[in-house]
């Protein structure tokens, strides 16, 4: 919409915006998979001690399901300000087309971790990602809130996502 913005949330912005939003909506976004690759010394973790939030890689074939946010023009400039300095620990802005539904679609952003950014852990198996998840805390709580929060809320919209859910299920399986 030329008179504001939508915004695909795909990690804490599923379940936690901290912006003011005209609409909400349940989206997803086609070629791409969520991640638990970028390190967070910021929100979940610390310089030295980083926790892992999700990034986008790209995946054909795939769709990332999340929520859409349209930002009205009235609060366009200090909600992307807001975002761009909550996502300084390495993320770009992307210009994507999220899905509403099968025929419904809409430009928008999103902001995605890349392997060139100072936070970027890369891939790892699951049990190293929970393992480092279990014991990172930052600003923003425990990295185990994070990922139990994201992993409820899916579910909640009837997203499946086996990433998630495996980092989930080892995270709570430890003792």
Known sequence: MSDGVWVFG??????????????RRRAFIDGWARRFWQGSTDHRGVPGAPGRVVTLVPAPGAACHGMGYHIAAADRTAVLAHLDHREKGGYAVDRIVLRFGADETAEGLVYRATADNPNWLGPADAVAIARQVRTARGPSGPNVEYVLRLAETLRVMGADDPHVFEIERLVRAAP
Request: a negative charge; aromatic letters at 28%.
């Open 10 to 23: 795909y990690g804490s912005l599923v379940w936690r915006p901290d912006f003011p939003f005209a609409e």
